[in-house]
């Protein structure tokens, strides 16, 4: 028999609700960063890792002060250096390169597929069985996408660059599910702190050594308004979540983590509306619900057959 599904508890819910609604808030710190600073993508990100650097640092140094801590294998070093580098790191680039171009509510649409992909790799590299129940999921989902596409696409039909920024998005929410996929597969063996503090570390040395390739230090602009939007894509919008949704996986189960996270995209395009200006609009909101009825299909889909035999 399986185990039980973990319950909701209030504090557990509380958190985890939390740690999506700042999540959320990260697409409203890059537009905002790119409309009163004019970086470029790379040296935003950049900035972004610089500032959440010691907060990792910190996770291993108190990881490794651990008594009857398991070291790492070669192949989990490997597998860990590769999910930061390929998932994390390249994950994070082409998102902030997609939100030069298309709405933050776009940019949350389209990213929150990331679980359809997720079932996808799992369904065809790892041969799990897609039932029903998910594949209508599936179906509504990439269905409420497609309506939203088309009245975003009717709202900005002069941006030359909307396409581009859509694919660039997309790739982002693709590389996405493959380190969720590959966290799935670790995490129980070495640790949520110590796989996420670690991976952290990987994609933050492929960032800073993209940068210091193609840019130099002394031409970022260390603005008060710059350093500000830095600092807070650092800790709003990815370690304080980040921590959060580690906890709340431990306290109530990563499946009722993705039911509650469907918050996301609704966090998001509120806030874009009110703090952004960018419009909302029918095919918007009709795409948004079909997106997250599909995810949380997936959600209840997976913790239902974890209460079977």
Known sequence: M?????KITFAGFIITLTGAIFFSTKAIFVKLAFQQTGVDALTLLSLR????????????????????????????WILIILMGILGYYLSSLFDFIGLQYVSAGLERLILFLYPTFAV???????????????????LLAYLGIAIAYVGELNVDKTNPEFFYGSLMIFL??????????????????????RYTAYAMLAATAGIFIQF?????????????????????????????????MSNGMKTIGSNNVAIITSIGPVSTIAQAHFILGEPIFTEQVLGTALVMAGIVMIGWQTRYGAEQD
């Open 49 to 76: 890792m610089l500032f959440s650097l010691p907060f990792y640092l910190l996770a291993v140094w108190l990881v490794s002060r651990k008594e009857n801590t398991q070291p790492l294998t070669n192949r989990q």
């Open 120 to 138: 996808l790799i799992n369904t065809f590299f790892f041969r799990t069985k897609l039932n029903r129940t998910q594949l209508i999921a599936l």
């Open 2 to 6: 399986a185990a039980p599904a973990q």
């Open 212 to 244: 210091l390739l193609t840019r130099r230090i002394g031409d970022i602009p260390f603005s008060p308004s710059l350093v500000g939007y830095g600092t807070a894509l650092a800790i709003i919008a990815t370690v304080l979540p980040s921590f959060m």
């Open 172 to 193: 982002c929410a693709v590389t996405y599910s493959i380190y969720l996929v590959g966290t799935g597969r670790l995490v129980p063996k070495v640790g949520v702190t």
